[in-house]
């Protein structure tokens, strides 16, 4: 497949899933709300040949649609995936006639590697820059609070200070100086565990900072990997042939020789400074925190290198369609890493750690519950805040259905598991505090348990303006905001409800509705808005030191004062776009 970003451009545009943009584009704010506009209507990439400062071009939504993420890999690595795990039992152990039947696709496994080119065969070493101005990049803003321009697609290389494991991740990057960056490296991150290794060793930190290259490495920046396994190994997988480096002569770090830009230098140690705040793809803005620096050198690039962006926010966006490649090439390895455990989704419409859901095993009694707790042990679904678990074989992306079946025979007195004091994602701001929350199991095992509601007509509950059934068993109410009545909900499971309120195992506070309606607005605005030891409201009782919930169950997912606001774009920049749409001559 693409060897670089150019050879990928060049598909992209045969397929006419690229335009290219004539007039000069702003990267304070403008070129943001252009790209929001392009991929919400599932448009083509973007190049913006004259962004405004720079001498660079700017290339954005290269991902915004599944079928680009698949013109930027190919079938070949699913179908490799899919092979190599039907046949593992018949390679155990290796016979002759077996691996011939099989040759194909180990034949495809033995030509992933990597590759040590000459310097003369490194497109990246084209033009050296010791004095680095980082002005110089067509770095964007893409919201009106952000903390300064920040770098969306950066592949930060790193390796381990003793044992020399590397790790690929992408972590945003804030300007902070003509040669100074912010490195947001969040718990559970590969690249954060080297750092913390060489800073108890005491030791300034080598780091490498790239932009572009194959698109199956920008992909696997964002793969959610075990630690153990390399992402330059997934890079050539993906592309299918081996991945080419070079060494620099001032620089421990191999450079990915097909990069368009890379940024060599050191992370000191015991070093911080204010990073944020940020609108991230939870769609609120992370706030201001202090993260380690980045100094940088030396910088190396393509004498006509492109500058390769994204904007992040409300899903879906660009990482909605890697993360949801990423979850079916990885899915039929589920089984093999964790036994028991058949299918697994995040939902990207949440940010992906606020929700999971699986298909388990339940041969007796409670073994699901031991698949929950190996889920919220693998790599990075430890940060996974909600997990729901049916052992009913069902289409885990479709949320309704999901959710009704797991209602369906769903025992709060049972069936719903809070952990206090858990770790939490960093930019999610429900725990009330950085890096800490809890986390909630809802399981649904077995046959059915009661007949569900499907329609509510009956009379609202106490300060409820508006009710609404999501699916059958789950009614959402709006009414007070949380700063109007902070104890609605416990107010709601106090009074004298109707009987057809009690019906509902499951109950939400909302704000919006009429977002809701929809199941990708729902997600978002559920998900995104509650922390479970917080804001999960039920009648309880204390038996033999276990807390047992009678329903309903009632979940608060409107806003709170202490989060963060929500990413709007200034009306400015909405305003300016709208009246200048006709010059970037888009047609989708």
């Given at each position: 497949m693409h060897i670089n970003l150019r050879s990928f451009m060049d598909t992209l545009r045969k397929e006419n899933q690229l335009i290219e943009i004539d007039a000069?584009?702003?990267?304070?704010?403008?070129?943001?709300?252009?790209?929001?506009?392009?991929?919400?209507?599932?448009?083509?990439?973007?190049?913006?040949?004259?962004?405004?400062?720079?001498?660079?071009?700017?290339?954005?939504?290269?991902?915004?649609?599944?079928?680009?993420?698949?013109?930027?890999?190919?079938?070949?690595?699913?179908?490799?995936?899919?092979?190599?795990?039907?046949?593992?039992?018949?390679?155990?152990?290796?016979?002759?006639?077996?691996?011939?039947?099989?040759?194909?696709?180990?034949?495809?496994?033995?030509?992933?590697?990597?590759?040590?080119?000459?310097?003369?065969?490194?497109?990246?070493?084209?033009?050296?820059?010791?004095?680095?101005?980082?002005?110089?990049?067509?770095?964007?803003?893409?919201?009106?609070?952000?903390?300064?321009?920040?770098?969306?697609?950066?592949?930060?290389?790193?390796?381990?200070?003793?044992?020399?494991?590397?790790?690929?991740?992408?972590?945003?990057?804030?300007?902070?100086?003509?040669k100074q960056t912010g490195i947001h490296w969040q718990i559970q991150k590969g690249g954060?565990?080297?750092?913390?290794?060489?800073?108890?060793?005491?030791?300034?930190?080598?780091?490498?900072?790239?932009?572009?290259?194959?698109?199956?490495?920008?992909?696997?920046?964002?793969?959610?990997?075990?630690?153990?396994l390399p992402e330059l190994l997934l890079t050539s997988f993906l592309m299918s042939g081996k991945l080419t480096q070079v060494q620099a002569s001032n620089h421990p770090h191999p450079l990915i020789a097909e990069a368009e830009f890379a940024f060599c230098g050191t992370v000191p140690a015991h070093l911080r400074k204010p990073e944020g705040p940020f609108g991230d793809h939870y769609g609120y803005y992370s706030l201001k925190h202090d993260f380690p620096v980045f100094n940088i050198h030396t910088m190396y690039r393509r004498k006509d290198a492109v500058y390769p962006a994204t904007i992040v926010g409300k899903p879906r966006q660009e990482d909605y369609f890697i993360g949801e490649y990423f979850q079916d090439l990885l899915s039929p390895m589920y089984p093999l890493v964790m036994p028991g455990v058949k299918t697994l989704w995040d939902y990207a419409e949440t940010g992906f750690h606020s929700l999971a859901a699986a298909v388990v095993r339940e041969s007796y009694h409670r073994e699901a519950l031991g698949h929950a707790f190996r889920i919220l042990g693998e790599g990075q679904l430890t940060l996974t805040k909600f997990l729901i678990l049916t052992d009913k074989s069902i289409d885990l992306q479709n949320f309704p259905l999901l959710l009704e079946t797991v209602l369906k025979r769903f025992e709060p007195e049972g069936d719903l598991i809070i952990i206090h004091e858990t770790s939490m994602d960093t930019l999610d701001y429900t725990g009330r505090r950085l890096n800490h929350g809890s986390k909630a199991i809802m399981l649904g095992i077995g046959e059915p348990k009661r007949e569900l509601p499907a329609t509510f007509n009956g009379e609202l509950p106490k300060g409820a303006t508006l009710a609404q059934a999501f699916c059958p068993g789950c009614l959402m109410l709006s009414g007070p905001g949380f700063s109007e009545n902070l104890n609605w909900a416990d107010e709601i499971l106090k009074q004298e409800s109707p009987e057809n309120i009690n019906s509902w195992p499951l109950i939400i506070l909302l704000d919006d509705l009429k977002l809701a309606a929809k199941t990708s607005g729902f997600l978002w605005q559920v998900f995104t808005r509650f922390d479970p030891a917080h804001d999960i409201y039920a009648k309880t009782e204390i038996r033999h030191h276990r807390l047992i919930y009678h329903g309903p169950i009632v979940i608060d997912a409107r806003m709170k004062p202490d989060y963060p606001g929500e990413v709007i774009p200034a009306q400015e920049t909405v305003d300016l776009v709208n009246r200048r749409w006709k010059e970037y001559n888009i047609k989708i």
């Open positions: 000069e584009v702003d990267p304070y704010l403008e070129l943001a709300e252009i790209h929001r506009r392009v991929i919400e209507e599932e448009g083509p990439a973007l190049l913006f040949k004259r962004v405004k400062g720079s001498p660079f071009p700017v290339v954005t939504n290269l991902f915004g649609t599944r079928r680009r993420v698949d013109l930027a890999v190919g079938p070949k690595p699913e179908e490799i995936v899919k092979r190599a795990v039907q046949a593992l039992n018949q390679l155990m152990p290796p016979k002759a006639k077996t691996l011939w039947k099989e040759k194909d696709w180990l034949l495809a496994l033995a030509k992933i590697g990597l590759k040590q080119v000459q310097p003369s065969q490194a497109p990246v070493l084209q033009v050296q820059e010791k004095e680095v101005n980082l002005h110089t990049l067509p770095v964007l803003t893409s919201w009106p609070e952000d903390g300064g321009p920040f770098v969306t697609l950066p592949l930060v290389y790193t390796e381990h200070p003793l044992t020399h494991e590397h790790n690929l991740g992408m972590y945003r990057i804030q300007i902070h100086s003509a954060g565990f080297h750092y913390y290794e060489a800073e108890q060793l005491g030791q300034d930190f080598p780091t490498t900072l790239f932009l572009g290259g194959p698109p199956a490495l920008m992909l696997s920046a964002i793969a959610p990997l075990p630690e153990m």
